[in-house]
Structure formats: C-alpha cells, structure tokens
C-alpha cells in the first residue's frame, strides 16, 4: 500500500452519546480520487463529517487525515489543511465582508476577517477568485452575492489554505435548478484541475453525482452499506435496499437520475 496516496483514512470509527451514532465505519480516500457520501437522512453523514474534521470525539476507532492521526496532533492546525464547505460556515460570514477578505480569511480558517492582509495574500486571493471564476465579485459584499456565488466564495475561502482534502456539504442545497447545474459544472472543472485537493461530496440527489467524483461512499443507519466506484454502488439494487424503497437508477451521459415508485415511502 503506497501511503503518499493517502488522504483519508476512517478505520474501525465508532461514535456513541446516547445511543450508537456510527458503528464500526472502514474510509480510505487516496489523492486520485474524489468521493460522495450518499446515504438518507439519520444515516450518520454529517456526524461522520463531524468526525473527520474534528468536532465529534471518536468512542473508538482511528481517524488519519493528511499523515495526522486524530489525539495525537493539533486538530486546530490540521483543519487549516481540510476545506470545509457548510451551512454552518455559509451562516456566519458578515454580510459587509468583500469576497475578496472572505477568501484571504481562509489562510486562517477565521470567519470575519479583520487587521490588515499582506499584498502576498491579497495576490494570492486575487488568483483564486480568478480560478474560481469569480473575479467580478471581488470588491462585492457577502449580503449581495448570489448563493451559487457565495459557494464559490467559501471554496475559494476554503483554497487559500492550500487543503489537501476539500469537503463539501450539500452545497447545491437552496440552489434553484439552473444556478445549481451552473454550479455543479464548476465543480467538474475543479475537480479536474492539475494539483487540486481531493474532494468529498455530501449529497442526498445522485443527480449532482458528476463524472468527476469516482467513488461513493453508502451509509445506512450509522454503518457503510456499500463503497466503491460509482459503478459498483450506483446500481437500482443496492440504493433500494439502502433507503427502503423500489429505487430505479439510470445513467445517461455521465451522469445520473433516480426514480421511486409511487408504492414505496418516499424518503429522499
């Protein structure tokens, strides 16, 4: 096993409060690849995304993101390395901020930044709202970016830090379905790009499963139900049985459409 690859590794996770939350979880995402976390709602994505950045304790098992093991490293100067893009970041920026100071206060993982950025950091904020696409909204203030542009902003917030692995959770969520397929293409482009982090997905909709993301990881009810490539996990068989319902996937094109009959609890 080459551990240069390594970006991500979750082995034998559990998590228990008051009742079991995750239940013996086994993860392992390499450089190459990019990964969604698929699963209904109660099945332990988010606490798992909890786990990996650091603000939900394990009860057991081991969690090594980065060459860093979780209990035996700073989890603060680790999550520097770790892009995080969430509603619970979303929420809290100031609505005065630019979208050029959001992105440089991503060297520091610091929401509202404040004191003065060095031209090096301005320069460099500068190149990634270019990448990002969203140069024009530099001089912009939070409270009028759009949401589709917002979630460029936290990603490119999230880039100043130069992260090995970026996560992102359900952030087509809100999105009305042109700004979200707009969004989601951008998202194709960057996953394409030469040196980029490996990226997580969250989702809920295998429609925003792009061509990009190669893996996908299915958790029922705290537990991983199946993990793979999209082609051995994305079959009508396997999500049925994942969410209780007569599900029919389909593929066209690279991408994906799901389809539950009108017999069955709609859980999605």
């Not at 909709?205 to 537990?223: M, N």
């Not at 199946?226 to 599900?247: M, Y």
Request: hydrophobic residues 40%; contains cysteine; proline residues 4%.
């Amino acid at each position: 096993m080459n551990r240069n690859k390594l970006v991500l590794e979750v082995r034998g996770l559990v998590i228990e409060r008051d009742a079991p939350i995750l239940n013996g979880i086994d993860w392992r995402v390499d450089r190459s690849q990019h990964w969604v976390i698929l699963g209904a709602n109660g099945s332990g994505k988010t606490s798992l995304l909890r786990a990996v950045t650091g603000y939900l304790p394990p009860t057991r098992g081991t969690i090594q993101v980065l060459g860093e093991t979780y209990g035996r490293t700073d989890w603060r100067e680790l999550r520097k390395r770790v892009g995080l893009v969430s509603s619970s970041v979303y929420q809290m920026m100031p609505e005065g901020e630019t979208a050029l100071a959001a992105v440089v206060s991503g060297k520091s993982a610091m929401i509202g930044y404040w004191g003065e950025a060095s031209e090096e950091d301005l320069a460099k904020a500068r190149r990634i709202l270019k990448s990002i696409e969203a140069s024009a909204l530099s001089t912009r203030p939070w409270i009028y970016l759009s949401q589709g542009e917002r979630q460029r902003v936290l990603i490119g917030r999230a880039l100043m830090a130069d992260p090995g692995l970026l996560i992102l959770d359900e952030p087509c969520a809100g999105l009305d379905p042109i700004a979200r397929e707009h969004f989601l293409q951008f998202l194709e482009r960057l996953a394409h790009r030469r040196g980029g982090p490996a990226m997580v997905l969250v989702t809920h909709h295998v429609e925003e499963i792009l061509p990009a993301f190669s893996h996908v990881l299915l958790l029922k009810a705290g537990r991983v139900f199946a993990s793979g490539t999209r082609r051995e996990t994305l079959r009508s068989p396997i999500l049925s049985a994942a969410f209780d319902a007569n599900v029919d996937v389909r593929h066209n094109n690279g991408r994906y459409s799901l389809r539950i009959s009108a017999t069955t609890r709609s859980v999605l």
